[in-house]
Nanobody, 130 residues
C-alpha cells in the first residue's frame, strides 16, 4: 500500500509562486501514476496535473504554462507560478498502480472517481489573495 503526505501549502499574493511536495512511501513498485488534484471552497475536486511513467505530464487547461509537475524517487512536486485567486483550494496528491495513458490524460479533463485511485494524501491548503 502507498502512503502520501502533502506539504508546502500556504498563503501567497496573486502573481506569486509556491511549490507543493508529496512524500511517497510504502509499496510503490507498480505505482506509475501520480497526480495533483484541487478542491476549491464549495466546489468539486478537479485534476490539475498528472504524471505517468513513460508517458510524461499532462495539465488542466487552467494551469498549463503556470504549473509544473515533477517526480523523483520518493516525492512528487507541483511548482506553481503566477498564482491567481482562482487557484485557491485544498490540493491533494493521489497515486495509482498500473494506470493507462488514457487515465493520465482523463485526470486533467474529466471529473474523477476518487475510488478509482489507490491512495490519497490528506491535502494541503493554498490561499491566493488578490
Amino acid at each position: 500500500q502507498v502512503q502520501l503526505v502533502e506539504s508546502g501549502g500556504g498563503s501567497v499574493q496573486a502573481g506569486g509562486s509556491l511549490t507543493l511536495s508529496c512524500a511517497i512511501s510504502g509499496d510503490t513498485s507498480s505505482t506509475n501514476y501520480i497526480a495533483w488534484f484541487r478542491q476549491p471552497p464549495g466546489q468539486g475536486r478537479e485534476g490539475v496535473a498528472s504524471f505517468c511513467t513513460g508517458e510524461g505530464a499532462f495539465y488542466a487547461h487552467s494551469v498549463e504554462g503556470r504549473f509544473t509537475i515533477s517526480r523523483d524517487n520518493s516525492r512528487v512536486y507541483l511548482q506553481m507560478n503566477d498564482l491567481k485567486a482562482e487557484d485557491t483550494a485544498m490540493y491533494y496528491c493521489a497515486a495509482k498502480r498500473g494506470a493507462l495513458r488514457e487515465e493520465c490524460i482523463a485526470t486533467v479533463i474529466f471529473p474523477i472517481d476518487a475510488d478509482a485511485l489507490d491512495a490519497w494524501g490528506q491535502g494541503t491548503l493554498v490561499t491566493v489573495s488578490s
